[in-house]
């Protein structure tokens, strides 16, 4: 197998259709690129002429120290890491694909550098983190929740909720409140409710307001931005969602709303699910990434809409993986 960096046009021409995620795409990383410190690498392996295998990352060198990171921390961006694209229904020839892509990869990876540090959070496609154990890294699980939307119907899925969380999405749809769908602008204005939940809390969100418009403008007919406002046309909270071939992910947004007593994001998200099974512009999408189930407190919660619980992998450079955050400014604005 070949590994070798390709621009972001090669890049776009080679990705395969199905079981990448959205943070992917190349509209996604040349908005990325524009923000983030260190210069954005694009590997991809070739089996002859066929691509199999791709990884997008950002890379910053000092005095022979390389870090290599994929995502980025500071972005939004929940997982980026490797894509392999094996057609075999064998695993066997699946798992030598995984194994030679991965070996090929970590070379290229470290050629020429004195010390290479990798940190990579892989999506939920890439279940078989095992040649990076191999090769001495850590390896950590994270979980996150999928609704699945597939060959079903609204009120079927509204079944699979918890009794409590049906009778609030009913009530709720009985109050006069005034659920729209819009873009970048509308992303902004989530984007400021979320600092201005973190301000009360004592911190900083770390995602630019500039660049959260610019990732919704990019994506066009692929983002989303659902708000919720009150009769008086008060704003009360929204959800920004992005698309990618098969799945809807929650972004942005969803900071806690009241009105009557009732939980604002409840409707929201079954706004997105309703558009998901209705909309015929939305007819690929299969699931709804809830996000991260780790925090106990929103897990509880995002359990209520019967999701699946699904397993992803962390990969870092074992304990040396301080000297990369020490190198790599995370964020800059």
Not at 34 to 58: D, K, M
Request: proline letters at 5%.
């Amino acid at each position: 197998m070949n590994v070798r960096r390709v621009t972001l046009g090669e890049w776009e021409n080679s990705l395969p259709a199905t079981g990448t995620e959205v943070f992917h795409s190349p509209e996604v990383l040349r908005v990325v690129d524009e923000y983030a410190t260190g210069e954005l690498r694009l590997y991809v392996g070739y089996r002859g002429e066929q691509p199999v295998g791709f990884l997008p990352a950002f890379v910053r060198e000092l005095a022979g120290v390389r870090a290599v990171l994929s995502p980025i921390p500071g972005f939004s961006l929940s997982r980026m890491g490797p894509i392999v694209a094996s057609n075999s229904p064998k695993q066997r020839k699946r798992e030598r694909v995984n194994r030679t892509f991965t070996e090929q990869l970590l070379e290229t990876l470290r050629e020429g550098s004195l010390l290479t540090l990798v940190a990579m959070v892989f999506s939920t496609e890439y279940v078989d983190p095992r040649p990076y154990l191999r090769d001495g890294f850590d390896v950590v699980p994270r979980f996150t929740y999928a609704l699945d939307l597939r060959e079903t119907d609204a009120e079927s899925v509204l079944k699979g909720f918890t009794r409590d969380l049906r009778s609030e999405i009913r009530k709720l749809e009985d109050t006069d409140l005034d659920v729209a769908v819009g873009g970048a602008a509308d992303a902004v204005r989530v984007y400021d409710d979320y600092c201005e939940r973190f301000a009360e809390q004592g911190a900083e969100f770390p995602t630019p307001r500039a660049y959260t418009r610019e990732i919704v403008a990019a994506l066009g007919d692929r983002a989303r931005v659902y708000t919720a406002a009150s009769p008086d046309g008060s704003f009360l909270g929204g959800v920004s969602v992005l698309y990618s071939g098969e799945t809807a992910y929650f972004w942005q947004g969803g900071m806690r709303a009241d009105y009557d007593g009732l939980s604002v994001n409840s409707l929201l998200h079954w706004r997105i699910v309703e558009d998901i099974l209705t909309d015929p512009e939305l007819d690929s999408i299969e699931r709804y990434d809830l996000g991260r189930a780790a925090v106990e407190r929103l897990g509880r919660y995002k359990s209520k809409f019967n999701p699946e619980l699904v397993p992803y992998y962390e990969v870092r450079s074992s304990k040396l993986l301080w000297v990369a955050k020490k190198l790599y400014e995370f964020v800059t604005y």
